[in-house]
């Protein structure tokens, strides 16, 4: 069965850093892209950043580009989110969701439960 | 960036009655490579999104016939032929053929 497991949200401050994580299992972790996906409180979903099976291309939202590094650890079976220089309006719910074979044209076949991550004085 | 405009963003629906839920994109969602990749999710209360739909009408594993998706172009369409209890959500939209990949701002199923 395939599983997706997010970690590390928490309250920060304005301007502070936080590392997400995702641990993957049930599949072949190093055969998939995978990517990040946001959900502001009462809001819709948002893709955040995607990274390539190899984790050698990475990909971002504008809202995030230069503040938010993906990245992964196919040893470890694991997704990260890199978040520095946090804003509120990164206030959300963020998922990691793996990419079926053909890549992310076909959308996100399988989505963790997702952390919250808030940043608040 | 491709704007997805979902309409009604709030459906009303009767046990065992049909449900509709259109989804407009700014531009054409057909690719070079043939293929249109429009996709469709659902978000029940309290959990995750999931896939029901990938390239407008294919139905991912798991996911009851009621459910079909339709369209091409810019103009799309996800139906419940039927609605259950179990169908209550919030469903968006999401094209996958631009850079970077968007989503409608979803429609809200419920009973009435």
């Known amino acids: 069965e395939v599983q997706l497991v997010e970690s590390g949200g928490n309250l920060v401050q304005p301007g502070g850093s936080l590392r997400l994580s995702c641990a993957a299992s049930?599949?072949?972790?190093?055969?998939?892209?995978m990517t990040w996906v946001r959900q502001a409180p009462g809001k819709g979903l948002e893709w955040v950043s995607s990274t390539n099976r190899g984790g050698t291309g990475t990909y971002y939202a504008d809202s995030v580009r230069g503040r938010f590094t993906i990245s992964r650890d196919n040893s470890k079976n694991t997704l990260y989110l890199q978040m520095n220089s946090l804003r509120a309006e990164d206030t959300a719910i963020y998922y990691c969701a793996r990419m079926p074979p053909s890549g992310s044209s076909e959308g996100y076949d399988h989505w963790g439960q997702g952390t919250l991550v808030t940043v608040s004085s | 960036d491709v704007v997805m405009t979902q309409s009604p963003l709030s459906l009303p629906v009767t046990l065992g009655q049909p449900a509709s839920i259109s989804c407009r994109s700014s531009q054409s969602l057909g690719h070079s490579d043939g293929d249109t990749y429009l996709n469709w999710f659902q978000q029940r209360p309290g959990q995750s999104p999931r896939r029901l739909i990938y390239?407008?009408?294919n139905r991912d594993s798991g996911v009851p016939d009621r459910f079909s998706g339709s369209g091409s172009g810019t103009d799309f369409t996800l139906k419940i032929s039927r609605v259950e209890v179990e169908d209550v959500g919030v469903y968006y939209c999401?094209?996958?053929?631009?850079?970077?990949?968007?989503f409608g701002q979803g429609t809200k199923v419920e009973i009435k």
């Open positions: 999401m094209q996958g053929t631009h850079w970077p990949r968007t």
């Open positions: 390239k407008v009408s």
């Open positions: 049930g599949f072949i972790f190093g055969n998939h892209d």
